[in-house]
């Protein structure tokens, strides 16, 4: 088994995981409706809950500590998506924002609980109930959104204007996941992106939403960030920086 490199995916997705909670946790108390606020706190909390257990997993193979990891690294260090770093905006863009996510997640998920490395299958096996929700909450909210108003409509068309292409960054291979994807330790990138466009294409159509014709990402270098990953760490790292020796 190639370790750095699963090491590094592993690295990636919890890291995903970790800027996607804490941006939906910034519409706790702002969301448009009482048990909106509650729901997306929720899932908040999974998406973190999910990061904690792919960061285990980096530690478990020799890596940092998960709270050294969360809390300790700068911007530069960070493996996610520039789709997840992206100021929350409005309700549609935070909704299609998690859709998106939630429809790759799942169909991930469904291949790594046969993942021949038996500590990410039971990882995957944990996660995946939790994300069936999210993507059937976000999936609703979807619907209501496209086919709703005329300013619901159009906020989410520019939302999916906006992410489609970032999404697809999600799918680019990371160094030495070809050696993984052959020892059955995760799927390849190809076939990920493809079993989800042949999801949410429909999906997003039966919606009144039109697919952007860009769909390529910025860039496909988990290494380079956009200018919004240093002030949202700013904000998620400096309770645990006041105080370098606490015990989180």
């Not at 159009?154 to 799918?171: G, V």
């Not at 990371?174 to 020892?183: H, I, K, M, T, V």
Request: hydrophobic share 45%; with cysteine; net charge negative.
């Amino acid at each position: 088994m190639n370790e750095p490199a699963l090491q590094a995916y592993l690295l990636a997705q919890a890291d995903d995981h970790l800027i996607l909670a804490h941006r939906n946790s910034e519409w706790i108390g702002h969301a448009p409706i009482l048990e909106e606020d509650i729901a997306l706190a929720n899932i908040a909390q999974d998406e973190l809950g999910h990061a904690t257990l792919f960061y285990d997993l980096v530690c478990a193979l020799g890596g940092d500590d998960p709270d050294r990891l969360a809390f300790w690294r700068e911007a530069g260090k960070f493996r996610c998506v520039q789709m997840v770093e992206q100021p929350r905006g409005d309700w549609a863009f935070t909704m299609l924002r998690q859709y998106l996510f939630d429809a790759a997640e799942t169909i991930l998920l469904a291949h790594l609980v046969h993942s021949s490395y038996a500590p990410l299958a039971q990882a995957a096996a944990k996660m995946r109930n939790e994300e069936i929700y999210h993507l059937r909450h976000t999936t609703a909210w979807i619907k209501r959104l496209g086919l709703g108003t005329a300013e619901s409509h159009q906020r989410t068309q520019a939302a999916l204007d906006a992410l489609w292409p970032l999404a697809q960054q999600l799918f680019a291979p990371l160094p030495g996941q070809a050696d993984l994807a052959s020892a059955g330790i995760v799927p390849d990138g190809e076939s990920w992106q493809q079993a989800w466009r042949a999801e949410v294409r429909p999906f997003l159509t039966t919606c009144s939403l039109t697919i952007p014709a860009n769909d390529t990402p910025p860039t496909t270098d988990r290494t380079r960030h956009s200018a919004h990953l240093a002030p949202l760490l700013a904000d998620l790292q400096q309770v645990a920086r006041m105080e370098q020796e606490a015990v989180w």
